[in-house]
């Protein structure tokens, strides 16, 4: 999987369109509030679960100390 780069919005816009005969301008309504509803969700009830493809956590970590390289 070295060197295979992952598949940008406007590639997925573009095959949900082609696949559901959308225009891309809808397409990207569909994804962009798939992506509203998940944080919304995930911040509500700590989890949201896209069925079949996973699931998104919030996970509540402690602050850790900051360092800069440069000093």
């Known amino acids: 999987m070295a060197g295979k780069k992952p598949l940008t919005k406007a590639q997925i816009v573009s095959y949900f ?3 559901f005969d959308l225009s891309k301008k809808a397409a990207s309504s569909v994804i ?8 919304a969700e995930t911040k509500k ?24 390289p440069a000093t």
């Open 32 to 39: 962009d509030e798939m992506a509203v509803l998940a944080i």
């Open 17 to 19: 369109a082609k696949k």
């Open 45 to 68: 009830a700590g989890a949201f679960t896209f069925p079949g493809i996973g699931k998104l956590v919030l996970v509540k970590r402690k602050a850790r100390m900051g360092r800069n």
